[in-house]
């Protein structure tokens, strides 16, 4: 199967977004090999090197990096005029492309951005969902999505939903082993453990920015999926710290309660990280807009 029909700009911002050929061939549903070949027509005519193929995950020339930051420009550019353009007879047009988490993606991005799509024929909207957070700068997308605090104050964003976690457990769970009351009390609880760094033991954050208390947990339980460890909270099989944007159709339905009330826990709001400087095309803006009021819809806002 032969590359789809993209300006070589178009094409370096797609693989400059990816960490490998491999990834970017599968975007497109096409071999590495048509990739590599693409990529090589390129350098050949510009007579640079546009990447570092020495390693498994290449890594952008200075050229490349260059070439990289310009195309991002040129083609912000032009989606813009082609939106200023048509906005008049034909709504939003152009594309957007968003990057996500799996789970928060799959949960309410995705269904919110089908939502947006549905009511605007001319959008097309590109959503990629992946374990990994994906540094926009320099990329071809428009923005991600992201829960927690952010890495770096400067970026821009835009708060989507107020957000934190919260300890959980089913109803039976309580039944059997009882309700622990204060931090102390997790020590005689079997705690889900959502692996991090390949360790068997979990930290849990409560109290305020200002003021952080920690606590190791541990339990005989433990999985890098979110989803499965929610299943075995919900089947009573221990204590789960989530997001109150995973549990709280749980909490509605009393499929888990939450536990350890009156102990603040730290922010992890949803936010959206910008790729660019500049003002966001209107497309990209409403596309913004229509998250805050999903979110709102759909999630409970917290205090």
Known sequence: MELPEFDDLRFFAGVAAASTLTEAGHRWGVSVSAVSKRLARLERRLDAQLINRSTRRFTLTPEGERYRDVAAEVLQRIDDVEDEIGRQRH????????????????????????????????????????????HVGGTAFDFAVRVGPLPDSRLRSRLLHRNRRIVCAAPAYLREHGEPRTLDDLGAHSCIVIRENDTDYAIWRFGTADEPVTVRVEGTLTTNDGDVATDWCRAGRGLLMRSLWQVAPLLADGSLVPVLRELPTPRADVHAVLSGTRHPPRRVATALDHLVRGFARRLPDID
């Open 91 to 134: 709504g939003l047009r152009g594309r957007i492309a968003v990057q996500s988490s799996i789970g928060l993606g799959r949960a309410h991005v995705a269904p919110l951005l089908g939502e947006l799509a549905a009511g605007h024929p001319q959008l097309r909207v590109d959503l990629e969902l992946s374990h990994l957070p994906v």
